[in-house]
């Protein structure tokens, strides 16, 4: 699953540390997300979306193998 999670980040002007704290989970976490390494809980991509302004759908985009664009 891809994600705009460190352009809008840097557009806001946070670090990982800053958005990390304020979801209240690790630098660590925040980077596997924005490295496609780990894919967040449904909560936690609420909270992402809710401290970065957008909404989940814009900040996740999912494509399955049967749904590739």
């Known amino acids: 699953m891809q994600n705009s999670i460190a352009v809008r980040r840097k557009k806001l002007k946070l670090s990982q540390a800053e958005v990390a704290e304020l979801a209240a989970v690790t630098r660590q ?4 997300i ?9 909560t936690l991509a609420f909270k ?4 970065l302004n957008t909404s ?4 996740f985009d ?4 049967g749904n590739a664009k």
């Open 29 to 32: 976490t925040i980077n596997a």
């Open 34 to 42: 924005e490295n496609d390494k780990y894919d967040p809980s449904l």
């Open 48 to 51: 992402l979306a809710q401290i």
């Open 56 to 59: 989940v759908d814009v900040l």
């Open 62 to 65: 999912y494509q399955s193998e």
